[in-house]
């Protein structure tokens, strides 16, 4: 694999992390979107293992 594609899911995974922690941060986190972006980053983790 080279390393643009991993770069560029390293950037997609801290994106998703910056927005978690944001959703987090809120009064009111929304479950649903505060699962959705785990799962998100938990893909992309899991994508760049298998690289």
């Known amino acids: 694999m ?3 594609h991993v770069s560029a899911l390293q950037l997609k ?3 998703i ?3 978690l922690h944001q959703e987090l941060g ?3 986190p929304d479950g649903g979107v505060v699962q959705n ?5 938990l893909r ?3 994508e760049m ?3």
């Not at 972006?37 to 980053?41: M, Q, Y």
């Open 26 to 28: 809120r009064p009111l």
């Open 44 to 46: 992309i983790k899991e």
């Open 37 to 41: 972006l785990k799962k998100r980053k």
């Open 49 to 51: 293992k298998r690289n």
């Open 13 to 15: 995974h801290d994106g």
């Open 2 to 4: 080279d390393s643009s």
């Open 17 to 19: 992390e910056r927005q």
